[in-house]
T-cell receptor, first 114, second 118 residues
Framework: DVKVTQSSRYLVKRTGEKVFLECVQD?????MFWYRQDPGLGLRLIYF???????EKGDIPEGYSVSREKKERFSLILESASTNQTSMYLC?????????????FGPGTRLTVT | AQSVTQLDSQVPVFEEAPVELRCNYS??????LFWYVQYPNQGLQLLLK??????LVKGINGFEAEFNKSQTSFHLRKPSVHISDTAEYFC????????????????FGQGTILTVHP
C-alpha cells in the first residue's frame, strides 16, 4: 500500500522560529510536492521537486524553502515563521513514469504560529 | 496558465438524495482532470480521474464525473449519498503531455464542502 508520512500532525511554533516540516514517501516516486491549504482557497503549491536536489517554485514560495537530499524525503523549511504561515501543510508524491499524474497525499501538518 | 473554479463552496443535501458538485476549468492545452476527497483531519484521497477516452468516468464510493470539453467542465455526481460522504471535495487539473515539463503539477479548485443530513 502506498504511503506518504509527515513528521507531525500538529505543530505550534513562535513567531521568528525556524520550522522544519518533513515528508517521507515509500513508493520510489520522483516527484514530490508541498502545498498549503486554507479555507476557501483550496490547495496552493509552495514548492515541488522532480529529482534529488532539484526543486522549483510553485505559486506561493515566498517565506519558504525546501530540501531534497534523498529521493524519499522532501523537507519544507520556514526560515522565520510568521503568523500568516499558520495553515495546514500537505505533502504529496507522484511517479514521473506512470503517466497517470496521480498524486498521493500525506495526512497533513496543522501548523500554528503564535 | 490553468485555473479551476468550483462553483459551490458548500452543498447541503439529505441522505439518499442525488448530488452534483460543479467544476469548471480553463487551460490553453489539453488537460487531465481529477476529483479528490478529504475527510475530516485526513489528507486527500483520489476519487476518480480523466486522462483520455470515455468522457464518463467512474470512481470509488459510487461517484462518477463527466468531462465536457466544449463547456470545459468536469462535474462530479452521485445518485444517492450517504452520511459517510460528508467531506470536502476538490477538483484539480494537470496539463496533459506538456513535453515532460509540467512534472504532474496539479492546480486545485477552492473546494466544496458536502454535508449530508439524516
Amino acid at each position: 500500500d502506498v504511503k506518504v508520512t509527515q513528521s507531525s500532525r500538529y505543530l505550534v511554533k513562535r513567531t521568528g522560529e525556524k520550522v522544519f516540516l518533513e515528508c517521507v514517501q515509500d513508493m520510489d516516486h520522483e516527484n514530490m510536492f508541498w502545498y498549503r491549504q486554507d479555507p476557501g482557497l483550496g490547495l496552493r503549491l509552495i514548492y515541488f521537486s522532480y529529482d534529488v536536489k532539484m526543486k522549483e517554485k510553485g505559486d506561493i514560495p515566498e517565506g519558504y524553502s525546501v530540501s531534497r537530499e534523498k529521493k524519499e524525503r522532501f523537507s519544507l523549511i520556514l526560515e522565520s515563521a510568521s503568523t500568516n504561515q499558520t495553515s495546514m501543510y500537505l505533502c504529496a508524491s507522484s511517479s514521473a513514469g506512470s503517466g497517470s499524474y496521480e498524486q498521493y497525499f500525506g495526512p497533513g501538518t496543522r501548523l500554528t504560529v503564535t | 496558465a490553468q485555473s479551476v473554479t468550483q462553483l459551490d463552496s458548500q452543498v447541503p443535501v439529505f441522505e439518499e438524495a442525488p448530488v452534483e458538485l460543479r467544476c469548471n476549468y480553463s487551460s490553453s492545452v489539453s488537460v487531465y482532470l481529477f476529483w479528490y476527497v478529504q475527510y475530516p483531519n485526513q489528507g486527500l484521497q483520489l476519487l476518480l480521474k480523466y486522462l483520455s477516452g470515455s468522457t464518463l468516468v467512474k470512481g470509488i464510493n459510487g461517484f462518477e464525473a463527466e468531462f465536457n470539453k466544449s463547456q470545459t467542465s468536469f462535474h462530479l455526481r452521485k445518485p444517492s449519498v450517504h452520511i459517510s460522504d460528508t467531506a470536502e471535495y476538490f477538483c484539480a487539473v494537470s496539463e496533459g503531455n506538456a513535453g515532460g515539463t509540467s512534472y504532474g503539477k496539479l492546480t486545485f479548485g477552492q473546494g466544496t464542502i458536502l454535508t449530508v443530513h439524516p
